[in-house]
């Protein structure tokens, strides 16, 4: 059974830092795209981070530049999102997914995990 967990997630004052991660289990990660996507209430889901499965290129929403580092561990089955300068605008719930390739459409990824709370505020 092919199954994401996200873990991580937690209430942090802005400037602060979160790891986020994700445990994928049931199917190989070597040849799958991961990102991790978020979504804010009254908001659609929106992609922050992709790494591939081939050449582990990145990528980055503009919103997240610089802040965010996104890397996998295909030994361990996991991927992870180091987030720092952590801003009040990123608080969501962020969600891992599986798919053949990096892409903004959530439509395109084949397996999503349950999501974990992010919520940045003093």
């Known amino acids: 059974q092919v199954q994401l967990v996200e873990s991580g997630g937690g209430l942090v004052q802005p400037g602060g830092s979160l790891r986020l991660a994700c445990a994928a289990s049931?199917?190989?990660?070597?040849?799958?795209?991961m990102s991790w996507f978020r979504q804010a209430p009254g908001k659609e889901r929106e992609g922050v981070s992709c790494?591939?499965?081939?050449?582990?290129?990145?990528y980055y929403a503009d919103s997240v530049k610089g802040r965010f580092t996104i890397s996998r561990d295909n030994a361990k089955i996991a991927v992870y999102l180091q987030m720092n300068s952590l801003k009040p605008e990123d608080t969501a719930v962020y969600y891992c997914?599986?798919?053949?390739?990096?892409?903004?459409?959530?439509?395109?990824?084949?397996?999503w995990g349950q999501g974990t709370q992010v919520t940045v505020s003093s």
């Open positions: 790494i591939s499965g081939s050449e582990e290129t990145t």
């Open positions: 997914a599986a798919g053949p390739l990096c892409s903004d459409y959530p439509i395109e990824y084949n397996y």
């Open positions: 049931g199917f190989n990660l070597d040849y799958q795209a």
